[in-house]
């Protein structure tokens, strides 16, 4: 039982560590703070690996104010976000989606994660098992033989 | 027991393997031409605009109803746009005396002084209209130019394309908006 005292410990800070870092920050955001948050979440439409947010080109910053505008007349970000996927599809969300097949790359790395600590587990319980050799009446008899033949 | 458990473990592997890369070949696409042909608003209502055109006057889909309306997407410095002038020249010319049919170029990432400029220079004569802000620009989702979107009699986008097209290719989207195959 208290062999496994450690696993439990473990299991608990990972699981704490995991649940404080993905929980959403609470307290009301400023419409800047929103506005800036969505632009960072959309992939820049006519340039390479560079968010709305970041990039200076004359479609990032018609988007940035359209979302502006968009949290003006009191849309949410769930609206604004799906505005987006509508004209342009999943492509324009830096990050996946959490649902439908966006959810696969979120789950993978927990099955690859999953996998390896079970098979970790499966490793270390065999060679735990493995049999320590004990020295037999004949093995001690042939070393005393041997020492006789020294001494 | 260890070799059947080996052997799972490559099934699995295989398996996540297989299922990751099918996933990759099917969902994911960085060419902006495959996404821009497949665009969102096909079959969907044309965003309406209301712009300025170079003529002074002022360029309104609604005013266009009940005609295909063939929205291009262009800008002055971009090469293939150039390459494709010819191509929307001579469409023009065949339907100018076409009322069931309209061509708007609208300019995209330009200045409308350099693409005024431009348009004047090339004697381009089909209706062109400036976007300030681009506003217009993001509301039919575009990628780059040129890109071309066919707007069907009923206020329907018929057919989206990235890249130039030939007149062969907008006269068989115009008689695809218009319900002839």
């Known amino acids: ?151 | 027991m260890k070799g059947i458990s080996t052997r799972w473990i490559a099934i699995g592997v295989a398996i996540v393997v297989a299922v990751f890369a099918i996933v990759l070949a099917t969902q994911v696409s960085t060419d902006p031409r495959a996404a821009a042909n497949r665009s969102n608003l096909v079959g969907r209502p044309a965003p309406k605009f209301d712009l300025p055109a170079f003529d002074g006057t002022r360029v309104r889909l609604a005013e266009r109803a009940g005609k295909t309306v063939v929205v291009n997407f262009w800008n002055s410095w971009c090469i293939p746009c150039r390459q494709e002038e010819g191509a929307l020249r001579a469409f023009q010319r065949e339907h100018a005396r076409d009322a069931s049919v309209d061509l708007v170029g609208i300019v995209r990432d330009d200045s409308t002084s350099t693409a005024g400029a431009y348009a004047k220079s090339h004697s381009l004569n089909w209706t062109i209209a400036s976007d300030p802000g681009s506003s217009v620009a993001v509301k039919f989702g575009t990628r780059g130019q040129p890109e071309t979107y066919v707007i069907g009699p009923s206020g329907v986008i018929v057919a989206a394309h990235y890249g130039p097209l030939t007149v062969a290719e907008l006269d068989a989207l115009v008689a695809r908006s218009q319900g002839v195959q």
């Open chain 1, 1 to 151: 039982m208290r062999k496994w005292i450690p696993w439990v410990l473990l299991a608990v800070v990972a699981i704490a560590t995991i649940t404080v870092a993905a929980w959403p920050s609470g307290g009301k955001q400023s419409a800047s703070a929103r506005a800036h948050g969505l632009a960072a979440e959309l992939r820049c439409v006519d340039c390479e690996s560079l968010s709305v947010a970041d990039s200076s080109t004359v479609s990032a910053r018609a988007i940035r104010a359209d979302i502006a505008q968009r949290i003006r007349h009191g849309e949410s970000d769930v609206d604004i976000r799906a505005y987006y996927v509508g004209q342009y599809g999943e492509s324009i969300l830096l990050k996946p989606a959490s649902s439908g097949i966006g959810a696969f790359v979120w789950i993978l790395p927990v099955l690859v994660l999953g996998a390896g600590a079970g098979g970790l587990v499966v490793a270390l319980r065999r060679w735990q098992r493995t049999p320590r050799l004990r020295a037999s009446d004949e093995d001690r008899a042939l070393v005393e033989r041997e020492r006789e033949l020294d001494a």
